[in-house]
């Protein structure tokens, strides 16, 4: 077999492939099989068909098509792994010679990843907001810990904004009750405004048994956008009481002895959720900073399937969520269509760039993907979908998505290591200390935040990691 690989640009080759007739016994043999399985010929059993009768009967072209067609693929994965060859996505394949009994010959165009010039990575900087925890942030995380201790008592007043109601909910449409627009004792908290427009207004000044009839868009079913008549009766109103901000309450409430203890671990719990994500920030930072000073030449077929994928998925998502695209832009603040193709373009664009810098440092660097590698990001991502490492595991086994979970992985490691050398200061001028940002640093005890601080100080930890 004869092979030669012509550039056609920085992120596209064209392949000449000459294969001698010899070379397609493999693939002659699994056509014959296959025609021999399906082609029934009197007097002969199937799967026993000889070969020259299937030439005579289907016609030697017939049969020369089908080999083509099975040789094609295997011979191009061939030439693609002698050569190394990083392409992206399927090829354009042309036959360009077929004699019988002597060649094929074919040619395939395809993107390939392109070939990067790094520069000197080894003295790099990057500059992150300062770390600074204020006592008002303190003392919103200590009121989100007086909350899960407030209780509820009954009062005999109307209900005000912070009460929590227990509601009878009666919808009609041109006079008749609707289907599913009636419910009892619904719990609600007034002022909450998550339920439907003109139901807090309509509660407050309520006492219980009182009722009063708003109008208000139906937000789903088959008559989503059509005006209801809504009767909403109060049935009981509860006022929820804080407990004191005192030391018994930081008794009850966590580990410590007294209040002052209590929010000095709060702001340490806080310093550290902020560290980490100077992490994340100075990754940004770093990444930017790669693009712009690494000229990186982009296939635009590449970004054109993406935008496609892209924005198909968003649509089926929105056609199972009851939405359409104005539903979309509205809700997201997007102009329209164009603005949202031009946002998406300009992200994959970036996201892109990232992967190919990032790969061209791995290569340079010689990184390495161990299994210790692997179990850590699977168990992080597992993490994130919710789900076991085994379930996340046996997921992109199914999607035959672990090839590139590796490259990821690997990406990953490949931008870790480059930002342990990046120097990383602060505003001020401090130098940070990546060892703080490391997310095993943070002590066990902080499974126990609480719960306006676990997500941000989780959030940023995966951060760091990538």
Known sequence: MKSTIEELGPTRVKMAIEVPWGDLDHAFGEVYKELGRQVRIPGFRPGKVPNRILDQRLGRPVVLEQVVQHAIPEVYSEVVRENQVRVLGQPDIEVTRLD?????????????APQL????????AVTVDDVAVTDEEIDQQVDVMRERFAMLTGVERAAEDGDYVSIDLEAKLDGEVLEDGTTTGMSYEVGSGNLMDGLDDAIRGLSADESKTFTTPLLSGPNAGQDAEVTVTVRSVKAKELPELDDEFASTASEFDTLDELKDDVRQRLQRVKTLQ?????????VEHLIE????????NLVEREVQWRGQTLQQE?????????????????????????????????????????????DAREVTVDNDDLSAQIIAAAQRNRMSPEQYAGQLQQSGNIAEFVADVRRTKALAQLLEKTTITDASGNVVDLESLRPQ??????ADADADAEPAEAESQDDAER
């Open 100 to 112: 019988d009994n002597d060649t094929l010959a074919f040619t395939a165009e395809v993107d390939v």
């Open 117 to 124: 010039e790094l520069p000197d990575l080894d003295d790099l």
């Open 278 to 286: 100077q992490g994340a920030e100075a990754r940004d930072k770093l």
């Open 293 to 300: 000073t690494i000229e990186v030449p982009i296939p635009e």
């Open 318 to 362: 929105l056609a199972q969520a009851g939405m359409n695209w104005d539903d979309y832009f509205s809700a997201a603040g997007v102009e329209n269509r164009e603005a949202y193709d031009a946002d998406l373009r300009t992200n994959v664009t970036q996201a892109v760039k990232t992967q190919f810098i990032l790969d061209a440092i791995a």
């Open 441 to 446: 640093t943070v002590q066990a005890e902080d």
